[in-house]
Structure formats: C-alpha cells, structure tokens
C-alpha cells in the first residue's frame, strides 16, 4: 500500500511563531486592543485566522475582516518571513522521499502564502503538492484542507496493517521514543536502515507545488498520515479518517494532542524521520 504523509506547516516544517505574533500585533494594535501575552499568543497559531480573531481574542464579527486585511498589510511583506525550517526537516523529508512516501503539505494557512513560503526556504522539492486555505476566507478548516489535498493527490484512506479501526490514544511517555495506547513503542514504517542518509532534494511535482492536482497523482487506497503540532491537525485527519502523528517541538502541547486523539507522539523532528522509517 502506498504511503502518504501530510505536513503541517506552522510549528512543524517552520518555527514561524514570530511573523505570526508580529502581525497579529499589528492587526490588534489597529483596533487598541492591549497587549496579548505570549501564552494566549501561541494559541493563535494554528487555526484560521478568523478563529483566532473572533474565538481566541473575542473579537466582534464585523471587525473580523479587517482585522486579517490589517495582519496580512504586515504579515505579506515581512511577517511571513520572521520565520525559520525546523533542523533535521530537509534530512527528513530527503528520507521519506528516498524510500518512497508521497509528502504534501496540508496547512490552514492562505495557499499562496505556504507556497511562497516552502519555495523561500528551499523546501519545494521535497513536496507533490502544498495545499492550503483560499484567500477569500474558504477551506480555512484543517479538515477541508485535507480533503483539498486527499482530492488534489488522487488519494483515498486505506486500512493500515498496523493499526486497527479505532486510533490508540497515545501513551505519555518522556523518552524521545513513539509510543501508542498499548505500552509499546510503535512505527509506520519498513524498518528501512540508514533513513535518514536521503538523497538531495527532488521528485516532487515538476510543474511546482500547489498546482490543482498532483503531477503524479496517486490514484489508490494509500495509508495517509497527518503529522502536526495542534489539536486541529488531529482532528482534521480523524474526520477525513486519515492517521495522526502530533508533534511536540512545536507550539501545541502533549495533553492537547492526547486529548484530540493522536494515534501517536513525537517529540523531535529525528523522532518523526524514526517513526515512518524505523
């Protein structure tokens, strides 16, 4: 069965917590809201923008659009370049790409924001496809993203021969290691040795990322796993059916990844490359 892994952007590919805090800044700054701290900050990113705006910060629904207008007037030019690639994210993604596994992108974030953004940091090589939210404020759900993506690639959910029908909710564990439900330290992968020694980067879509669909689209029951930082990676892949691997080094934490329902843990980027490769 062929294998898919989808990537969050924000908290996952990149630390970009200081373009993002930056423009929110900006946007409130305009309406003279007071100071949001970094805590309540943090929780920002990963959802729409709308949700952060009119949910996290309270703000009345007609200030809503004006506010993203005023968080994209800093966030385009110069916000969403305050940011960073995780180390270890080009070896990984080199890996999985070696060894067969179909990468794409799935991010809430505007498309063509991600796709400017992974082609800045010389990422575009290593994705079939980088599929995100509309501008218009359309597919700003992590679930429509996926099902975008899924659409995009050709590719249906298949059974794992890992897993059973219902995702184990992750055990805690503070080793480093990936752990399920069942008390056992637990991999998608082939057992392929040496992983992470990838190749240089290529073999992703020869037209660029965030075409309409993929140039090589899968067209078969895959095992497809979502990998993110946030609650809402989670719960996206459930509702598309999809598997999830949460991460710990970006800006969700272990119990809100637990509680969404994680089908496993990591808690670096060499523990993500470990958990697909063995």
């Known amino acids: 069965?062929?294998?898919?892994?989808?990537?969050?952007?924000?908290?996952?590919?990149?630390?970009?917590?200081?373009?993002?805090?930056?423009?929110?800044?900006?946007?409130?700054?305009?309406?003279?809201?007071?100071?949001?701290?970094?805590?309540?900050?943090?929780?920002?990113?990963?959802?729409?923008?709308?949700?952060?705006?009119?949910?996290?910060?309270?703000?009345?629904?007609?200030?809503?659009?004006?506010?993203?207008?005023?968080?994209?007037?800093?966030?385009?030019?110069?916000?969403?370049?305050?940011?960073?690639?995780?180390?270890?994210?080009?070896?990984?993604?080199?890996?999985?790409?070696?060894?067969?596994?179909?990468?794409?992108?799935?991010?809430?974030?505007?498309?063509?924001?991600?796709?400017?953004?992974?082609?800045?940091?010389?990422?575009?090589?290593?994705?079939?496809?980088?599929?995100?939210?509309?501008?218009?404020?359309?597919?700003?759900?992590?679930?429509?993203?996926?099902?975008?993506?899924?659409?995009?690639?050709?590719?249906?959910?298949?059974?794992?021969?890992?897993?059973?029908d219902t995702p184990a909710k992750p055990r805690r564990q503070d080793s480093g290691e990936i752990y399920n439900a069942g008390g056992g330290s637990v991999h998608a992968g082939n057992g392929a040795q040496g992983a992470l020694q990838g190749p240089e980067p290529g073999g992703g879509s020869q037209s660029g990322p965030g075409q309409a669909t993929c140039e090589d689209p899968v067209g078969e029951p895959a095992e497809i796993w979502m990998v993110g930082d946030r609650n809402y990676d989670i719960l996206g892949a459930k509702a598309c059916g999809i598997k999830s691997l949460g991460v710990l080094y970006g800006y969700g934490t272990r119990e809100e990844l637990e509680e969404a329902g994680a089908d496993a843990i990591a808690k670096t980027v060499a523990d993500v490359g470990r958990f697909f490769l063995g």
């Open 1 to 164: 069965m062929k294998k898919a892994v989808f990537f969050d952007l924000d908290g996952t590919l990149t630390d970009s917590y200081p373009g993002i805090a930056n423009s929110i800044r900006y946007a409130l700054d305009y309406f003279g809201f007071g100071e949001v701290g970094d805590d309540k900050m943090r929780l920002m990113v990963g959802p729409s923008l709308r949700h952060s705006f009119s949910v996290i910060c309270g703000m009345d629904e007609w200030k809503v659009p004006t506010a993203i207008a005023k968080y994209r007037e800093y966030y385009n030019p110069i916000g969403k370049f305050e940011n960073s690639v995780y180390p270890g994210i080009p070896e990984v993604l080199g890996a999985l790409r070696a060894h067969g596994f179909a990468t794409m992108v799935a991010t809430s974030k505007p498309e063509p924001f991600a796709r400017e953004i992974i082609e800045h940091f010389g990422l575009a090589p290593y994705f079939d496809l980088v599929g995100g939210a509309l501008l218009d404020g359309g597919r700003d759900t992590k679930e429509a993203v996926i099902r975008h993506v899924m659409g995009a690639c050709g590719l249906a959910a298949g059974q794992s021969p890992e897993s059973g």
